[in-house]
């Protein structure tokens, strides 16, 4: 990107949240949300949503749980 607006952080926004673009463009959309309310609050958004996704991917089911799954799950299959 040379020079960045809005449409085109948004549309990098999530390459930029997983540090998967190339230095310029990370740092044309970096300077961008440092002028724009609406971009860096999007930023924000997608900071908090990506760390919840991470927690939540540590988590696991109650074996309990897990077995009734399983279990329903297989019960599906067997009458397909």
């Known amino acids: 990107m040379s ?3 809005c449409s085109k952080a948004k549309a ?4 930029f949240l997983h540090d998967e673009l190339c230095r310029e463009d990370a740092a044309d959309i ?3 949300m440092a002028d724009c309310v609406d971009c860096s609050t999007e930023h924000r958004v997608g900071i908090v949503l990506t760390e919840a ?6 988590e696991t089911a109650p074996e309990v749980l897990r077995t009734q799954v399983l279990d329903r799950l297989r019960e ?3 009458s397909h």
Not at 12 to 15: D, F, S, Y
């Open 12 to 15: 990098e926004l999530e390459e």
């Open 53 to 58: 996704v991470q927690r939540a991917c540590k």
């Open 3 to 5: 020079g960045c607006d």
């Open 30 to 32: 970096r300077a961008h």
């Open 76 to 78: 599906v299959q067997a």
